[in-house]
């Protein structure tokens, strides 16, 4: 199976700021990616996915990710986040060998004003 | 819109006693899911079905049972809870190609029930 990498357990940052939240994997073989975010006591909701395509993915909430082939890497970005946006945020890979979902551990996102 | 509910948000059990978590989903999805959320952890998968009286094993079954005789429908057991399966459980369901499509759709996005905190002592 493969594993996914979550490079920050926690992001503090400032309403309006910009923020990028790391998600790293590895695989050999081709995968599908996704972001989903859990807003505090409810369920985890997809926010985007890559399947094929442009590697540059517009999700909900002005949130978009990159998906860089050679770096194994899809990262999210907003560029000026609301208090709202404060939730967890869950990195996800599907490698098209066994089509389990994997997660990876997730980011904490804390917007303060 | 797509609901997933889950049979309750907290529960308390004593070591050694046998444990159901339900799960339904209204959107005649094919495939459905458990995992555990532990902090640090992420999600972890304890088993999946994708049809009717399917079930396959995920990254951490051991110590969980299964069972889906409607489609809508997703138990998950603990035959005998211990203090290590305290945990947030989480149940989810995904749309797919036609019954017996396989595993070929579970890439599909899933939609999550709210969880299960189940803790026991």
């Known amino acids: 199976a493969q594993s996914v990498t979550q490079l920050d357990s926690q992001v503090p940052v400032f309403e309006e700021a910009p923020v990028e939240l790391r998600c790293n994997y590895s695989s050999s073989v081709s995968v599908y990616l996704f972001w989903y975010v859990q807003y505090p006591n409810q369920g985890l909701q997809l926010l985007l996915k890559?399947?094929?395509?442009?590697?540059l993915v517009k999700g909900i909430n002005g949130f978009e990710a990159e998906f860089n082939k050679s770096q194994t890497s899809f990262h999210l970005r907003k560029p000026s986040v609301h208090i709202s946006d404060t939730a967890e945020y869950f990195c996800a890979v599907v490698s098209l060998n066994d089509y389990k979902l994997s997660f990876g551990a997730g980011t904490t996102v804390t917007v303060r004003a | 819109d797509v609901k997933v509910t889950q049979s309750s948000r907290y529960l308390v059990k004593r070591t050694g006693e046998k444990v159901f978590l339900e799960c339904v989903q209204d959107?005649?999805?094919?495939?459905m899911f458990w995992y555990r959320q532990d902090p640090g952890l992420g999600l972890r998968l304890i088993y999946f079905?994708?049809?009717?009286?399917?079930?396959e094993k995920g990254d951490i079954p051991e110590g969980y049972s299964v069972s889906r005789e409607k489609k809508e429908r997703f138990s998950l057991i603990l035959e005998s809870a211990s203090t290590n399966q305290t945990s947030m459980y989480l149940c989810?369901?995904?749309?797919?190609?036609?019954?017996?499509?396989?595993?070929?759709?579970?890439?599909?996005?899933?939609?999550f029930g709210p969880g299960t905190r189940l803790t026991v002592l």
């Open positions: 079905s994708y049809d009717v009286k399917m079930k």
């Open positions: 890559y399947l094929s395509g442009s590697t």
């Open positions: 989810a369901s995904s749309g797919g190609g036609t019954a017996g499509a396989g595993p070929l759709t579970l890439y599909n996005e899933q939609f």
């Open positions: 959107m005649d999805h094919e495939n």
